[in-house]
């Protein structure tokens, strides 16, 4: 079993639509919670990252940590046809975790926002 | 700022061939990580490393060596080229404190063993 679960679509919606993407994860470790946003044949940048659980608001996105369920989200609000990119979650624990910082990456889920 | 750059943008291999992957940050950054992307696999880390003259394993490391000689480049050198090499990569830089522990990604090398 992988440490994060994400499905990995692809999702389809129109343009204004609310978005819900989720993973899961294993690892009661973890404690920093990040999605990344990535564009075709681009590489991953990050969008939203939070710490333990709880919420956090920036513009149209809303990243949601649930650590009792070992499930996060993150929805988008008001979606546009420039959302459309693959969303990848990732987790780390706390403080010194080795590898360099090292992430532990969902496969992520491509999502498509149409006109 | 460049930010994390990776030369070159695509290559084809045959099986045995060797290759290097470029990489290269200009954020002053200690950690340099490289990852390779697979369909349903997600990212999987392949070698990092923590400063000059450090580095170590990843989760995949077989088939791959790397060097860090000075802060900015983190080279990834395929030794014997396989199929299952065929993959896109990523080169990453970070800051070695946070949150929020930001891994910076190059554009990535798209690659094709045949």
């Known amino acids: 079993q992988k440490e994060v679960e994400q499905d990995p679509g692809p999702l389809s919606v129109p343009e204004g639509a609310i978005v819900s993407l989720n993973c899961t994860y294993s690892n009661s470790a973890f404690q920093y919670f990040m999605w990344y946003r990535q564009y075709s044949r681009k590489g991953p940048e990050l969008l939203m990252y939070?710490?333990?659980?709880g919420n956090k608001e920036d513009g149209r996105f809303t990243a949601q940590v649930d650590k009792s369920s070992k499930y996060i989200s993150l929805f988008i609000r008001d979606s546009q046809p420039s959302d459309s990119a693959t969303y990848l979650c990732?987790?780390?624990?706390?403080?010194?975790?080795?590898?360099?910082?090292?992430?532990?990456f969902g496969t992520g889920t491509q999502l498509k926002v149409e006109l | 700022n460049a930010g994390v750059t990776q030369t070159p943008k695509f290559q084809v291999l045959k099986t045995g061939q060797s290759m290097t992957l470029q990489c290269a940050q200009d954020m002053n950054h200690e950690y340099m990580s490289w990852y390779r992307q697979d369909p349903g696999m997600g990212l999987r880390l392949i070698h990092y490393s923590v400063g000059a003259g450090i580095t170590d394993q990843g989760e995949v490391p077989n088939g791959y060596n790397v060097s860090r000689s000075t802060t900015e480049d983190f080279p990834l050198r395929l030794l014997s080229a396989a199929p299952s090499q065929t993959s896109v990569y990523f080169c990453a830089s970070s800051r070695p404190t946070g949150p929020p522990y930001e891994q910076y990604f190059g554009p990535g090398t798209r690659l094709t063993v045949t």
């Open positions: 939070t710490y333990s659980s």
């Open positions: 990732a987790m780390r624990g706390e403080g010194l975790t080795g590898g360099g910082n090292k992430l532990t």
